[in-house]
DNA sequence: ATGAAAGCGCTAACAT
DNA sequence: ATGTTAGCGCTTTCAT
């Protein structure tokens, strides 16, 4: 259950005492100056202050364990210091990383980031959008494709014309996102296809003929053109896809994916290709709850190259993403007036998950 | 570098154009009533308004697309819906379920969460502290335990305590952190000796008789409780603590670490027990990279149990810690005035990194 | 029950 | 260069 409004309780200093923390109004009148000139000195960037009160401004609000009230500035100003963030899974580790590639571009310019989780879900997805509309953030970053998917897979764009339109920068990952006006939002793109093909391309070179695919449901872009790169160059290098089963980017998808094929009846010598690590993480456990082997057996091969997949055994092959950067360049995206976006190299990486292969 | 204050540029609406967000005033007027009644029925929470001006505001919000601004809610109320997590690595499995269960939590209560990582820098800390008392929170979770240690492992107690004087809760996970006022914020604990014990206990029983230990700085609290648990477990079960290495809790140090025992020599049939699953994970690594074999050659045991823990192969012996529902009880003990930790089992999970052994 | 008006802490003209 | 003052959008007495 989400509440519409931060709940009555939660309140601080409700047990009575607290005293108030100490504002720019303490500090003025302490040091014996305007609040203006207070104002000035400590938040103001112009710098037309004499140094003597400069000084003691500086001195008396130091003293006084002064911090400027970010909710007061933001309402004063009109704009607020947060980037928001809205991420599918944070324990995910891809969109760990891309969160902490945000974090780190925040972190640069002094900005604060606010994490939502969308859990996949459609209707917290919206929820969540309006809530966060009231921060006013200066900008909204979505990584958070959604398992269900079809032509309205981003949020109604209504919603993010409401960003649009009082100044906030919208950024997707992914598909561009329109945003009513016949506009569409800054999109962080990564080459799914063409690194999926390269993959392809290798696994075919590898000798592997046939490929099971296990993606997301069909209409989630990502899933899409990476088993279309994949399908692509795979083709190209002498192999044909022999099923594609679908499920969503979670590590349980792939298991009950590879599961339900293995019942089916898998060959030595298939290939898995997973749309993700994460899912194939997933699959790789099926096989081994099957008895069968990853590796010469059956082989899998991944995307994305979380963290973990180089300590699995054998050790994933994988399409390495920097997500971390692609996290940083969302940041840039949405504070950057001028932004174009850096190309983001992804790299096939062959591990021992697919040993070569001659049958 | 961190800047103090956010940059002007990021400023949105820099272009000159952007309408303004509907506020209050807009609906106010349009449904023809008063600023106060707008204002009770939108977010007021006694109910004191006659039905049908209560309806026609509504109507009117929701045509506008009217969301509250949060920040001049938070200027008015004088707190912020706003609960502070601050992590030392949000891409680290460990942080990153705690931060699922913080944010599920904050969903609950309709509160924000913001996220801000210290990178285990103390500085990075003090300032992100500072900067985070600027937002006024109504609560800050501190899950960052940094890779220095010592007594003066927690953030200075004067910056603690201004979050606390003006009513802010202060919540930390496992030390007992001091508030300056002979005070102690409310602190999450897992029982990390007493689960170190149980599985120095069992992997005695396995047979192991000699230990190398990979921790992080002595002073840590959480490394110096997992050690001390083991130790006393494993010494009880006949075994015997061959020598401590240290670093932090991360997976380069545990390569590091183990690298450097390896290069030692280690004795077919150690066991290697690693203070959290992430460090164990480079030694894992290490242990490959020099030509050894994990298992029945040098066995490794980690804590924590996070999800790659069950993906590494031989799976990873260790002690699961329940990280999001810890996440989750950090987040009740900021909101719920009364608050009383529930115990959180820990459990020992043996998996074939630990075969038994008899040597 | 409703509205007028005084703040909340801060910023930014505008004077001086 | 400094201070005055009118807001920012909202909440909340206090009248009516």
């Not at 504002?23 to 003025?28: E, I, K, Q």
């Not at 980037?83 to 990383?97: C, H, K, N, S, T």
């Not at 994949?230 to 792939?254: P, S, Y």
């Not at 190259?305 to 055994?313: C, L």
Request: hydrophobic content about 40%; proline content about 4%; overall charge negative.
């Amino acid at each position: 259950m989400t509440a519409e409004s931060p709940s009555r309780e939660a309140r601080p200093g409700a047990d009575g005492s607290s005293p108030h923390a100490v504002t720019l109004h303490d500090v003025a009148r302490a040091a014996g100056v305007s609040l203006a000139t207070a104002s000035r000195v400590l938040n103001g960037s112009e710098r037309k202050v004499a140094d003597a009160f400069r000084e003691r401004v500086q001195r008396v609000a130091d003293e006084l364990g002064y911090t400027p009230n970010v909710s007061a500035q933001a309402t004063a100003r009109g704009f607020s210091p947060v980037i928001a963030l809205l991420v599918a899974d944070i324990a995910d580790p891809y969109f760990g990383q891309i969160a902490a590639g945000v974090a780190r571009g925040a972190d640069e310019r002094g900005l604060v980031v606010t994490i939502s989780i969308t859990e996949r879900d459609r209707d917290r997805e919206s929820r969540i959008l309006r809530a966060l509309r009231g921060q006013r953030p200066q900008g909204l970053i979505l990584a958070a494709s959604r398992a269900d998917g079809h032509d309205d897979a981003t949020p109604a764009p209504s919603e993010l014309e409401a960003f649009a339109r009082y100044g906030g920068r919208v950024v997707a990952f992914g598909d561009r996102v329109p945003l009513g006006s016949g506009q569409t939002a800054r999109s962080i793109s990564l080459d799914n296809a063409g690194g999926a093909e390269q993959l392809g391309l290798r696994m075919g070179a590898l000798g592997y003929r046939r490929v099971i695919v296990i993606g997301s449901t069909e209409g989630v872009r990502t899933s899409d053109d990476r088993i279309d790169g994949f399908t692509r160059g795979f083709t190209r290098g002498g192999g044909a896809v022999e099923r594609i089963l679908r499920g969503d980017f979670r590590r349980e998808a792939g298991a009950a994916a590879m599961a339900a094929a293995l019942a089916d009846g898998v060959d030595a010598g298939t290939l898995v290709f997973a749309v993700s690590d994460v899912v194939a993480l997933g699959a790789i456990s099926a096989i081994r709850a099957a008895g069968r082997e990853v590796g010469a057996d059956i082989a899998v091969c991944g995307f994305d190259d979380v963290p973990a997949s180089g300590d699995v055994t054998p050790a994933l092959t994988t399409v390495r993403v920097p997500l971390n950067e692609a996290g940083y360049q969302a940041f840039r995206a949405v504070v950057d007036e001028d932004w174009t976006q850096d190309p983001l190299p992804l790299e096939v990486v062959v591990r021992d998950s697919t040993p070569g292969h001659s049958a």
